[in-house]
Nanobody
Framework: EVQLVESGGGTVQPGESLALSCAAS????????MRWLRQAPGKGPEWLST????????YDADSVKGRFTISRDNAKSTLYLRMNSLKPDDTALYYC?????????????RGQGTQVTVSS
Protein backbone atom coordinates (compact mmCIF):
# COMPACT_ATOMS: atom_id res chain seq x y z
CA GLU A 1 0.00 0.00 0.00
CA VAL A 2 1.35 3.38 -1.01
CA GLN A 3 1.74 5.66 1.99
CA LEU A 4 2.87 9.28 1.91
CA VAL A 5 2.98 11.21 5.18
CA GLU A 6 3.75 14.92 5.22
CA SER A 7 5.06 16.89 8.17
CA GLY A 8 6.59 20.25 8.99
CA GLY A 9 3.69 22.59 8.43
CA GLY A 10 2.73 25.36 10.81
CA THR A 11 2.00 29.05 11.16
CA VAL A 12 4.68 31.57 10.26
CA GLN A 13 4.94 35.28 9.55
CA PRO A 14 5.49 36.69 6.05
CA GLY A 15 9.11 36.42 5.01
CA GLU A 16 9.85 33.43 7.20
CA SER A 17 10.78 29.90 6.13
CA LEU A 18 9.49 26.38 6.61
CA ALA A 19 10.77 22.94 5.66
CA LEU A 20 8.31 20.20 4.78
CA SER A 21 8.96 16.47 4.64
CA CYS A 22 7.11 13.62 2.98
CA ALA A 23 7.91 10.13 4.24
CA ALA A 24 7.13 7.44 1.67
CA SER A 25 6.53 3.73 2.16
CA UNK A 26 4.88 0.81 0.41
CA UNK A 27 6.62 1.31 -2.93
CA UNK A 28 10.09 1.71 -4.47
CA UNK A 29 10.53 5.42 -3.78
CA UNK A 30 13.77 5.69 -5.76
CA UNK A 31 12.02 4.57 -8.93
CA UNK A 32 9.47 7.40 -9.06
CA UNK A 33 9.57 11.06 -9.85
CA MET A 34 7.82 12.94 -7.05
CA ARG A 35 5.85 16.19 -6.73
CA TRP A 36 4.65 18.74 -4.24
CA LEU A 37 1.25 20.33 -4.65
CA ARG A 38 -0.97 22.60 -2.57
CA GLN A 39 -4.56 23.59 -2.26
CA ALA A 40 -5.64 26.89 -0.80
CA PRO A 41 -9.09 27.40 0.74
CA GLY A 42 -11.72 27.79 -1.97
CA LYS A 43 -9.27 27.06 -4.78
CA GLY A 44 -8.32 24.05 -6.86
CA PRO A 45 -5.08 22.09 -6.46
CA GLU A 46 -1.88 23.73 -7.69
CA TRP A 47 1.23 21.92 -8.87
CA LEU A 48 4.38 23.37 -7.26
CA SER A 49 7.50 21.32 -7.94
CA THR A 50 8.69 18.04 -9.43
CA UNK A 51 11.91 16.14 -8.89
CA UNK A 52 13.20 13.28 -11.00
CA UNK A 53 14.16 9.89 -9.61
CA UNK A 54 17.79 10.66 -8.79
CA UNK A 55 17.15 14.31 -8.02
CA UNK A 56 19.17 15.45 -11.03
CA UNK A 57 16.35 17.57 -12.43
CA UNK A 58 13.72 19.73 -10.78
CA TYR A 59 10.87 21.79 -12.18
CA ASP A 60 9.04 24.58 -10.36
CA ALA A 61 5.89 26.55 -10.93
CA ASP A 62 6.41 30.24 -11.60
CA SER A 63 4.58 31.07 -8.38
CA VAL A 64 7.31 29.46 -6.24
CA LYS A 65 10.39 29.61 -8.47
CA GLY A 66 13.35 31.03 -6.61
CA ARG A 67 11.63 30.67 -3.22
CA PHE A 68 10.86 26.95 -2.88
CA THR A 69 13.35 24.10 -3.31
CA ILE A 70 12.38 20.47 -3.79
CA SER A 71 14.82 17.72 -2.86
CA ARG A 72 14.86 14.05 -1.95
CA ASP A 73 16.82 11.44 -0.02
CA ASN A 74 16.28 8.07 -1.65
CA ALA A 75 18.10 6.25 1.16
CA LYS A 76 15.48 7.59 3.57
CA SER A 77 12.55 7.40 1.12
CA THR A 78 11.82 11.01 1.94
CA LEU A 79 10.86 14.03 -0.15
CA TYR A 80 11.47 17.58 1.03
CA LEU A 81 10.29 21.09 0.26
CA ARG A 82 12.23 24.05 1.58
CA MET A 83 10.10 27.19 1.48
CA ASN A 84 11.67 30.62 1.88
CA SER A 85 10.24 34.15 1.77
CA LEU A 86 6.76 32.90 2.51
CA LYS A 87 3.81 35.11 1.62
CA PRO A 88 0.19 35.11 2.83
CA ASP A 89 -0.78 33.73 -0.61
CA ASP A 90 1.24 30.61 0.22
CA THR A 91 -1.32 29.65 2.86
CA ALA A 92 -2.62 26.22 1.85
CA LEU A 93 -2.66 22.51 2.51
CA TYR A 94 0.59 21.12 1.11
CA TYR A 95 0.84 17.52 -0.01
CA CYS A 96 3.19 15.25 -1.89
CA UNK A 97 2.28 12.93 -4.72
CA UNK A 98 3.89 9.99 -6.46
CA UNK A 99 4.72 10.46 -10.12
CA UNK A 100 6.19 13.17 -12.26
CA UNK A 101 5.14 15.82 -14.71
CA UNK A 102 3.73 19.28 -14.11
CA UNK A 103 0.31 18.02 -13.17
CA UNK A 104 -2.16 17.89 -10.30
CA UNK A 105 -3.06 14.28 -11.14
CA UNK A 106 -2.78 12.13 -8.00
CA UNK A 107 -3.85 8.77 -9.41
CA UNK A 108 -0.58 7.18 -8.24
CA UNK A 109 -1.12 8.28 -4.67
CA ARG A 110 -0.90 11.36 -2.46
CA GLY A 111 -0.54 12.16 1.21
CA GLN A 112 -3.10 13.75 3.49
CA GLY A 113 -1.16 16.98 3.60
CA THR A 114 0.25 19.40 6.13
CA GLN A 115 -1.21 22.87 6.71
CA VAL A 116 0.90 25.96 6.13
CA THR A 117 -0.45 29.31 7.28
CA VAL A 118 1.37 32.56 6.59
CA SER A 119 -0.02 35.42 8.61
CA SER A 120 1.18 38.47 10.47
Amino acid sequence: EVQLVESGGGTVQPGESLALSCAASGFAFSMYDMRWLRQAPGKGPEWLSTITIRGLSTYDADSVKGRFTISRDNAKSTLYLRMNSLKPDDTALYYCARGGGRTTNVNLGRGQGTQVTVSS
